[in-house]
């Protein structure tokens, strides 16, 4: 399945598989192809106007999150994404100024194909604009309904609504939370405030006094910030911000901790955060 439809990933799977000696259990896992299926109640806002920026919260148990921001070049381009199953992507960047994120699209279709995170690393692997990311989203089948955000150098806006079964839509809305046209929400555990959130989201942008510091600011608390009741509970694990013309990546919490990563400075460090989704 890679081979027929991300072939330029094969190597770096394979490579993947040999540093590991993975045996077939590990090679099968590493493909995500039809993983088991996992929701993810996300918020993701696109700031199209000066500068740049891709915002989003990540809201998932933190019992089974990688919790790891990776700064990789592995096939010419170098990346800085946050991590899902070693090497998938739950948001990241390139260094030709292409940001993406994913939030669950909320309905219970299931379909044959890959985990949308490998999906998303396939993209900031190959892809330089959001034109081309969108192509790849169109034609690789991915097993669940989610909803991407795109933002590229040229200020290019999309966001791709998927759903397995159905045709490939394709917006330039700026935002995204986890429910697709029809309203529907399948999932109400984690989607519940889906359409208050996105709201939420529509009426900010919409106010001509809103700045990128102040909507940075109101991903950190309520409706967007989410609480979880203890480890396994959902809740929000980091806020995300890609600032597209400086090539550099913070990520947000509440307590005050951020952690910065840019291409310019690719340094390991290693951060203990006071997170809600910890709680």
Same mark, same amino acid.
């Given at each position: 399945?890679?081979?027929?439809?991300?072939?330029?990933?094969?190597?770096?799977?394979?490579?993947?598989?040999?540093?590991?000696?993975?045996?077939?259990?590990?090679?099968?896992?590493?493909?995500? /192809?039809?993983?088991?299926?996992?929701?993810?109640?996300?918020?993701?806002?696109?700031?199209?106007?000066?500068?740049?920026?891709?915002?989003?919260?990540?809201?998932?148990?933190?019992?089974?999150?990688?919790?790891?921001?990776?700064?990789?070049?592995?096939?010419? @381009?170098?990346?800085?994404?946050?991590?899902?199953?070693?090497?998938?992507?739950?948001?990241?960047?390139?260094?030709?100024?292409?940001?993406?994120?994913?939030? /669950?699209?909320?309905?219970?279709?299931?379909?044959?194909?890959?985990?949308?995170?490998?999906?998303?690393?396939?993209?900031?692997?190959?892809?330089? @604009?959001?034109?081309?990311?969108?192509?790849?989203?169109?034609?690789?089948?991915?097993?669940?309904? /989610?909803?991407? =955000?795109?933002?590229?150098?040229?200020?290019?806006?999309?966001?791709?609504?998927?759903?397995?079964?159905?045709?490939?839509?394709?917006?330039?809305?700026?935002?995204?939370?986890?429910?697709?046209?029809?309203?529907?929400?399948?999932?109400?555990?984690?989607?519940?405030?889906?359409?208050?959130?996105?709201?939420?989201?529509?009426?900010?942008?919409?106010?001509?006094?809103?700045?990128?510091?102040?909507?940075?600011?109101?991903?950190?608390?309520?409706?967007?910030?989410?609480?979880?009741?203890?480890?396994?509970?959902?809740?929000?694990?980091?806020?995300?911000?890609?600032?597209?013309?400086?090539?550099?990546?913070?990520?947000?919490?509440?307590?005050?901790?951020?952690?910065?990563? =840019?291409?310019?400075?690719?340094?390991?460090?290693?951060?203990?955060?006071?997170?809600?989704?910890?709680?």
């Amino acid at each position: 399945m890679l081979a027929t439809h991300m072939p330029e990933l094969v190597p770096t799977y394979d490579a993947l598989c040999t540093t590991l000696n993975a045996d077939e259990e590990m090679a099968s896992f590493l493909s995500l /192809y039809n993983p088991p299926t996992f929701r993810a109640a996300c918020s993701q806002v696109i700031w199209a106007r000066e500068p740049l920026q891709l915002i989003r919260n990540y809201d998932f148990p933190a019992h089974l999150s990688d919790r790891q921001l990776l700064h990789s070049n592995w096939n010419g @381009t170098r990346v800085i994404a946050m991590t899902d199953c070693l090497w998938g992507v739950l948001d990241g960047m390139n260094e030709h100024g292409l940001a993406l994120s994913l939030a /669950y699209g909320g309905r219970e279709n299931r379909g044959e194909g890959f985990a949308i995170t490998l999906v998303l690393r396939y993209i900031l692997e190959f892809c330089k @604009t959001s034109v081309e990311a969108v192509a790849v989203l169109q034609r690789v089948p991915i097993h669940m309904p /989610y909803n991407i =955000s795109l933002l590229d150098s040229l200020g290019d806006t999309r966001t791709v609504v998927i759903c397995p079964g159905e045709e490939v839509q394709v917006t330039q809305l700026p935002f995204a939370t986890n429910h697709q046209s029809d309203g529907v929400l399948e999932q109400l555990d984690t989607t519940a405030d889906s359409i208050l959130r996105e709201s939420y989201l529509a009426t900010r942008l919409a106010d001509r006094a809103q700045t990128d510091s102040g909507l940075l600011q109101l991903f950190m608390k309520p409706p967007l910030l989410r609480r979880a009741s203890n480890w396994k509970g959902w809740g929000t694990l980091y806020t995300a911000k890609y600032d597209i013309r400086n090539g550099v990546v913070e990520l947000h919490w509440p307590d005050g901790n951020v952690l910065k990563q =840019s291409f310019s400075d690719p340094g390991e460090r290693t951060l203990k955060v006071t997170s809600p989704g910890f709680n």
